[in-house]
């Protein structure tokens, strides 16, 4: 009961430092149907929730590399373009065959083979919602048992009506060119979630993070904490979609039985750490405050509760309250952290353990985006972390480990490319460029 009257008197106190909203937006008449089933707002008056500022300064074009870098425990590391040409990817996935595939915020799937894009789009995507940077075709994840049943599940925003959606996940089946039998296994019933990540466990189940709001009214922002609503939550799910009966909430009053965690803000990153088996959450914070999360069942992380950020308009957030679970890693300022593996191959022999998080921008300045890597000791506690690629001005969405035991980045850029990282011996660098730091934005290779 204590606890449960401190929570609700930091939810006042968060409530009451947030700028004062005007009226709502006008809805579409679609729109004001569909709100009579809400308690929340289904499209946020967002005025007032962020300071004006300066417009923030566009990444330089790409150049065609390769670039070399040194880092400090795998030295150097050469970096190339596999391919051009993509409008703000989201996420990618490594098929048997060597191709890849990668979704496109817009709502296209795109399929690179041998390196090279193909020009047209997959077809079998579904009509998405995309909007801003936090919603359209969303994360992409084969069945564990694809060499069988060549299942593609993709994470994405269903429209309702005009500016609202649902997040959803769908299930296709690939033929080598196309998704097939495509279908919905999930469809939230809420809606004014943002940006969405899966993956599946050890034990086969599929994860999927549901974004809360991050800014807003706070009748929006605190739906994080409510346990009957999924935004602000990572879910558990069976492969076709259904509840497990061992959920942490199945059976309670008051609980989405879907619920695996509560408590989470904008989730861009979602992964399995292969050495542990447990799911790892990386979120971003409000104005500071990105947070590494190892994700236990029914366990509450905070949001709008604590933070180790800043509320946009500058009041703090207490970073921390009794019955909340502390991050594994944060970060003050910011790194607008999207993007999350942990490297298990043996082409950097170095790196085995660390984790990769990709960064958008630092401190809320641009363009400042970065690939990071943590390394932790042998309890999973942080030693340090080590920002690479910097110097290439590029926002990082994405990083995956590919078959081939090397790094593979998507840069959140319009036009965006398909980035390989791998490991070079000192005497074989030549003929590659090392970028100079520059004070301004117009780095170029």
Do not use: C
Request: glycine share 10%; proline share 10%; aromatic share 8%.
């Amino acid at each position: 009961m204590r606890l449960m009257l401190i929570s609700a008197l930091m939810i006042g106190v968060v409530a009451a430092v947030r700028a004062t909203q005007q009226g709502p937006p006008r809805l579409s008449p679609e729109a004001e149907e569909l709100q009579k089933r809400f308690p929340y707002p289904v499209i946020r008056d967002q005025r007032g929730v962020v300071p004006p500022g300066p417009r923030p300064l566009p990444s330089p074009p790409l150049g065609d590399g390769p670039w070399v870098f040194s880092t400090f425990e795998q030295r150097d590391i050469r970096v190339s373009v596999v391919t051009k040409g993509l409008s703000h990817p989201w996420s990618l996935a490594f098929l048997p065959d060597g191709s890849i595939l990668i979704t496109e915020r817009v709502g296209r799937l795109r399929v690179v083979r041998n390196g090279v894009l193909d020009p047209t789009p997959v077809p079998g995507t579904p009509q998405v919602l995309s909007r801003a940077t936090m919603a359209g075709l969303m994360d992409i994840a084969l069945h564990p048992d694809f060499a069988r049943n060549n299942w593609i599940y993709i994470s994405y925003h269903k429209p309702l009506a005009p500016g609202v959606a649902a997040n959803a996940v769908l299930r296709g089946t690939w033929d080598g060119n196309a998704l097939t039998d495509v279908h919905d296994v999930f469809v939230s019933d809420d809606v004014d979630t943002e940006a969405s990540r899966i993956v599946f466990g050890k034990d086969g189940m599929l994860y999927m993070g549901i974004g809360g709001p991050g800014t807003g009214p706070h009748v929006s922002v605190d739906r994080a904490q409510h346990t009957n609503d999924l935004a602000g939550k990572v879910l558990r799910l069976k492969d076709d979609g259904s509840v497990p009966p061992d959920n942490p909430f199945v059976g309670k009053s008051g609980y989405k039985p879907a619920i695996f965690t509560i408590g989470h803000r904008v989730q861009l990153g979602l992964t399995l750490n292969p050495f542990t088996g447990e799911i790892w959450e990386e979120e971003n914070g409000p104005n500071g405050g990105d947070e590494l999360n190892v994700l236990k069942p029914g366990h509450n992380y905070g949001w709008p509760i604590v933070s180790y950020g800043r509320d946009y308009n500058g009041p703090r957030f207490p970073p921390s309250a009794p019955g909340f679970e502390e991050p594994v890693v944060f970060w003050v300022p910011s790194i607008a952290a999207s993007g999350l593996m942990f490297y298990s191959g043996d082409r950097f022999p170095g790196w085995k353990r660390n984790a990769f998080v990709g960064g958008l921008r630092e401190g809320e300045v641009a363009p400042s985006g970065q690939l990071q890597r943590i390394v932790f000791n042998d309890k999973w506690e942080e030693l340090r972390r080590e920002s690479l690629l910097r110097d290439l001005h590029q926002r990082i969405r994405d990083v995956r480990q590919g078959s081939d035991g090397l790094l593979y980045l998507l840069t959140d850029e319009d036009p965006a490319a398909l980035v390989r990282i791998e490991p070079v011996a000192p005497a074989s660098s030549a003929g590659a460029t090392r970028p100079s730091r520059r004070a301004d934005s117009t780095f170029t290779s």
